[in-house]
């Protein structure tokens, strides 16, 4: 089912930052939300698959596929906004 967002409807971005090692990182948002928002979380330029394990009122918990090999950090950024009921 589609969703719209609606004028003033509450919307925040992020970027987590996983180091060396890192699979699973927490997002807490600026402010909680009323009801469960849609999050869309994204990797920047790697090759591998980000996961929402978990999603509250107040945060969102982003598993990488396989933990970071790298000695450069990877970064997966977040879209986050309230859910609509209105179609």
């Not at 003033?8 to 060396?20: I, R, S």
């Not at 927490?26 to 994204?42: D, K, L, Q, R, S």
């Amino acid at each position: 089912k589609p969703q719209i967002l609606k004028a003033g409807a509450q919307v925040e971005t992020g970027k987590l930052e996983y180091e060396t090692g890192d699979y699973t990182k927490t997002f807490t948002f600026a402010e909680p939300y009323e009801t469960v928002p849609i999050c869309v979380a994204t990797p920047e330029k790697e090759n591998l698959n980000v996961y929402i394990t978990a999603i509250t009122l107040t945060s969102v918990t982003v598993e990488l596929s396989a933990s970071n090999p790298q000695p450069d950090s990877i970064f997966v950024h977040l879209h986050i906004h309230e859910a609509s009921t209105d179609v």
